[in-house]
Protein backbone atom coordinates (compact mmCIF):
# COMPACT_ATOMS: atom_id res chain seq x y z
CA UNK A 1 0.00 0.00 0.00
CA UNK A 2 0.93 3.26 -0.64
CA UNK A 3 0.90 5.64 2.14
CA UNK A 4 2.65 8.45 3.68
CA UNK A 5 3.05 9.41 7.57
CA UNK A 6 4.38 12.92 8.72
CA UNK A 7 5.93 13.06 12.56
CA UNK A 8 7.52 16.53 14.27
CA UNK A 9 4.96 18.60 14.44
CA UNK A 10 4.13 20.80 17.76
CA UNK A 11 4.47 23.91 19.58
CA UNK A 12 7.40 26.50 18.99
CA UNK A 13 8.15 29.34 20.06
CA UNK A 14 8.52 32.43 16.88
CA UNK A 15 12.26 32.54 15.66
CA UNK A 16 12.81 28.47 16.64
CA UNK A 17 13.44 25.27 14.46
CA UNK A 18 11.82 22.24 13.88
CA UNK A 19 12.25 19.54 12.00
CA UNK A 20 9.23 17.76 10.12
CA UNK A 21 10.05 14.14 8.88
CA UNK A 22 7.79 12.08 6.25
CA UNK A 23 8.26 8.37 6.61
CA UNK A 24 6.90 6.85 2.57
CA UNK A 25 5.75 3.59 2.05
CA UNK A 26 5.14 1.37 -1.19
CA UNK A 27 7.42 3.62 -3.10
CA UNK A 28 10.67 5.19 -3.21
CA UNK A 29 11.01 8.71 -2.57
CA UNK A 30 14.15 8.72 -4.23
CA UNK A 31 13.21 8.21 -7.54
CA UNK A 32 9.62 10.27 -6.98
CA UNK A 33 9.32 14.17 -6.88
CA UNK A 34 8.25 15.07 -3.29
CA UNK A 35 6.30 18.17 -1.62
CA UNK A 36 5.06 19.88 1.25
CA UNK A 37 2.22 21.42 1.17
CA UNK A 38 0.73 24.04 4.57
CA UNK A 39 -2.95 24.73 5.48
CA UNK A 40 -3.16 27.56 8.15
CA UNK A 41 -6.23 26.95 10.61
CA UNK A 42 -9.54 27.52 8.35
CA UNK A 43 -7.27 28.51 5.49
CA UNK A 44 -6.85 27.02 1.93
CA UNK A 45 -4.09 24.82 1.07
CA UNK A 46 -0.42 26.48 0.33
CA UNK A 47 2.44 24.85 -1.90
CA UNK A 48 5.40 25.39 0.12
CA UNK A 49 8.72 23.12 -1.42
CA UNK A 50 9.42 20.19 -3.95
CA UNK A 51 12.02 18.39 -4.41
CA UNK A 52 12.58 16.82 -7.47
CA UNK A 53 13.90 13.14 -8.31
CA UNK A 54 17.16 14.82 -9.78
CA UNK A 55 17.63 16.92 -6.29
CA UNK A 56 16.57 20.03 -7.72
CA UNK A 57 14.81 22.22 -5.45
CA UNK A 58 11.90 25.05 -5.19
CA UNK A 59 10.19 26.92 -2.58
CA UNK A 60 7.07 28.98 -1.96
CA UNK A 61 8.17 33.01 -1.54
CA UNK A 62 6.82 32.85 2.03
CA UNK A 63 9.47 30.12 3.20
CA UNK A 64 12.36 30.76 0.74
CA UNK A 65 15.26 31.20 2.78
CA UNK A 66 14.32 29.84 5.97
CA UNK A 67 12.66 26.30 4.99
CA UNK A 68 15.00 23.27 3.31
CA UNK A 69 13.71 20.67 2.18
CA UNK A 70 15.38 16.65 1.90
CA UNK A 71 15.25 13.50 1.42
CA UNK A 72 17.08 10.36 3.05
CA UNK A 73 16.74 7.44 0.66
CA UNK A 74 18.22 4.66 3.09
CA UNK A 75 15.09 5.84 5.26
CA UNK A 76 12.42 6.27 2.42
CA UNK A 77 11.75 9.68 4.73
CA UNK A 78 10.85 13.21 3.14
CA UNK A 79 12.20 16.23 5.77
CA UNK A 80 11.23 19.97 5.74
CA UNK A 81 13.53 21.84 7.93
CA UNK A 82 11.53 24.76 8.73
CA UNK A 83 13.97 27.80 10.82
CA UNK A 84 13.23 31.50 12.04
CA UNK A 85 9.18 30.05 12.20
CA UNK A 86 7.05 32.86 12.72
CA UNK A 87 3.29 32.91 13.81
CA UNK A 88 2.34 32.89 9.59
CA UNK A 89 4.16 29.54 9.18
CA UNK A 90 1.57 28.06 12.14
CA UNK A 91 -0.81 25.31 9.64
CA UNK A 92 -0.79 21.44 9.04
CA UNK A 93 1.29 20.63 6.95
CA UNK A 94 0.99 17.39 4.60
CA UNK A 95 3.59 16.00 2.30
CA UNK A 96 2.72 14.52 -0.78
CA UNK A 97 3.94 13.03 -4.12
CA UNK A 98 3.90 14.97 -6.96
CA UNK A 99 3.21 12.04 -9.24
CA UNK A 100 3.14 12.53 -13.10
CA UNK A 101 1.98 11.32 -16.67
CA UNK A 102 3.46 11.57 -19.66
CA UNK A 103 1.36 11.62 -22.80
CA UNK A 104 2.06 10.79 -26.62
CA UNK A 105 3.78 14.38 -26.91
CA UNK A 106 5.84 14.17 -24.18
CA UNK A 107 3.80 16.49 -22.24
CA UNK A 108 4.50 15.44 -17.91
CA UNK A 109 1.04 16.00 -16.03
CA UNK A 110 2.22 16.69 -12.77
CA UNK A 111 -0.30 15.93 -9.82
CA UNK A 112 -0.59 15.58 -5.40
CA UNK A 113 -1.21 11.59 -4.62
CA UNK A 114 -1.17 10.86 -2.45
CA UNK A 115 -1.42 12.62 0.78
CA UNK A 116 -0.04 12.20 4.12
CA UNK A 117 -2.61 12.76 6.92
CA UNK A 118 -1.14 16.08 8.23
CA UNK A 119 1.34 17.45 11.10
CA UNK A 120 -0.06 20.51 12.88
CA UNK A 121 3.32 23.26 13.80
CA UNK A 122 2.34 26.07 16.42
CA UNK A 123 4.30 28.94 16.41
CA UNK A 124 3.66 30.92 19.73
CA UNK A 125 5.00 32.09 22.85
CA UNK B 1 3.51 33.31 -9.98
CA UNK B 2 0.50 31.86 -11.58
CA UNK B 3 -3.01 33.22 -9.32
CA UNK B 4 -6.16 30.76 -9.41
CA UNK B 5 -9.16 32.17 -8.89
CA UNK B 6 -12.11 30.01 -8.30
CA UNK B 7 -15.78 30.43 -7.94
CA UNK B 8 -18.03 30.64 -6.14
CA UNK B 9 -16.19 31.03 -3.29
CA UNK B 10 -19.10 28.96 -1.35
CA UNK B 11 -22.25 26.71 -3.07
CA UNK B 12 -25.49 25.64 -1.60
CA UNK B 13 -26.99 22.69 -2.94
CA UNK B 14 -29.28 19.44 -2.50
CA UNK B 15 -28.51 16.44 -3.07
CA UNK B 16 -29.61 15.32 -6.41
CA UNK B 17 -28.45 18.65 -7.90
CA UNK B 18 -26.13 19.07 -10.88
CA UNK B 19 -23.11 21.81 -9.93
CA UNK B 20 -20.15 23.19 -11.48
CA UNK B 21 -17.00 25.53 -10.05
CA UNK B 22 -15.36 27.22 -12.01
CA UNK B 23 -10.84 28.04 -11.76
CA UNK B 24 -9.12 30.60 -13.80
CA UNK B 25 -5.88 30.61 -14.11
CA UNK B 26 -3.79 34.24 -14.84
CA UNK B 27 -2.01 33.17 -17.48
CA UNK B 28 -2.33 29.84 -19.76
CA UNK B 29 -1.45 26.86 -18.23
CA UNK B 30 -2.68 24.31 -20.99
CA UNK B 31 -4.16 21.04 -19.28
CA UNK B 32 -1.97 21.37 -15.96
CA UNK B 33 -4.62 21.68 -13.58
CA UNK B 34 -5.76 19.20 -10.70
CA UNK B 35 -8.93 19.20 -8.80
CA UNK B 36 -8.92 18.17 -4.83
CA UNK B 37 -11.56 17.03 -2.80
CA UNK B 38 -11.09 18.33 0.87
CA UNK B 39 -13.13 17.11 4.15
CA UNK B 40 -13.24 18.71 7.40
CA UNK B 41 -9.83 16.88 9.21
CA UNK B 42 -8.95 14.62 6.49
CA UNK B 43 -6.22 15.34 3.63
CA UNK B 44 -7.56 16.31 0.25
CA UNK B 45 -7.81 13.71 -2.09
CA UNK B 46 -6.85 13.72 -5.67
CA UNK B 47 -10.11 13.92 -8.19
CA UNK B 48 -9.09 15.13 -11.52
CA UNK B 49 -5.80 15.47 -13.14
CA UNK B 50 -4.09 16.73 -16.30
CA UNK B 51 -7.63 18.78 -16.29
CA UNK B 52 -10.17 16.18 -17.33
CA UNK B 53 -8.64 12.53 -16.22
CA UNK B 54 -10.84 10.75 -13.42
CA UNK B 55 -8.56 9.84 -10.65
CA UNK B 56 -8.92 5.73 -10.43
CA UNK B 57 -11.54 5.24 -7.91
CA UNK B 58 -13.52 8.30 -8.47
CA UNK B 59 -17.45 8.17 -9.01
CA UNK B 60 -18.14 8.92 -12.48
CA UNK B 61 -20.13 11.81 -11.57
CA UNK B 62 -17.22 13.57 -11.06
CA UNK B 63 -15.94 15.32 -14.39
CA UNK B 64 -13.38 18.46 -15.54
CA UNK B 65 -13.02 20.05 -18.48
CA UNK B 66 -10.88 22.74 -19.84
CA UNK B 67 -8.04 24.53 -21.05
CA UNK B 68 -5.82 27.33 -21.54
CA UNK B 69 -7.57 29.44 -18.51
CA UNK B 70 -10.34 28.47 -18.02
CA UNK B 71 -10.99 24.94 -15.70
CA UNK B 72 -14.50 23.67 -14.77
CA UNK B 73 -15.58 20.88 -12.25
CA UNK B 74 -18.76 19.14 -12.50
CA UNK B 75 -20.43 16.87 -10.16
CA UNK B 76 -23.65 15.68 -12.52
CA UNK B 77 -26.12 14.25 -8.87
CA UNK B 78 -24.58 15.47 -6.09
CA UNK B 79 -24.73 12.55 -3.06
CA UNK B 80 -24.12 13.05 0.63
CA UNK B 81 -20.49 12.51 0.74
CA UNK B 82 -19.98 15.44 -1.88
CA UNK B 83 -20.18 18.01 0.52
CA UNK B 84 -16.75 19.36 1.44
CA UNK B 85 -14.42 21.79 0.02
CA UNK B 86 -12.80 21.76 -3.94
CA UNK B 87 -9.95 23.28 -4.74
CA UNK B 88 -8.04 23.35 -8.27
CA UNK B 89 -4.10 23.64 -8.58
CA UNK B 90 -1.91 24.12 -11.42
CA UNK B 91 1.29 22.42 -12.19
CA UNK B 92 2.28 24.34 -14.70
CA UNK B 93 4.98 26.10 -12.93
CA UNK B 94 7.06 24.99 -10.30
CA UNK B 95 6.07 27.58 -8.43
CA UNK B 96 2.88 25.60 -7.70
CA UNK B 97 -0.59 27.35 -6.80
CA UNK B 98 -3.56 26.28 -5.85
CA UNK B 99 -7.41 28.04 -5.80
CA UNK B 100 -8.57 29.48 -3.17
CA UNK B 101 -11.20 27.01 -2.29
CA UNK B 102 -15.24 26.38 -3.38
CA UNK B 103 -16.94 25.27 -0.13
CA UNK B 104 -20.10 22.79 -0.84
CA UNK B 105 -22.23 22.88 1.64
CA UNK B 106 -26.09 21.01 1.94
CA UNK B 107 -29.26 22.55 0.61
Known sequence: ???????????IQPGGSLRLSCAASGFTVSSN??????????KGLE?????????STYYADSVKGRFTISRDNSKNTLYLQMNSLRAEDTAVYYCARYGYYA????????????WGQGTLVTVSS | D???TQSPSSLSASVGDRVTITCRASQT???YLNWYQQKPGKAP???????????SGVPSRFSGSGSGTDFTLTISSLQPED?????????????????????????
Request: charged fraction near 15%; glycine fraction near 10%.
Open chain 2, 45 to 55: KLLIHAASSLQ
Open chain 1, 1 to 11: EVQLVESGGGL
Open chain 1, 103 to 114: DSSGNYFRWFDP
Open chain 2, 83 to 107: FATYYCQQSYSSAITFGQGTRLEIK
Open chain 1, 33 to 42: YMSWVRQAPG
Open chain 2, 2 to 4: IQM
Open chain 2, 29 to 31: ISR
Open chain 1, 47 to 55: WVSVIYSGD
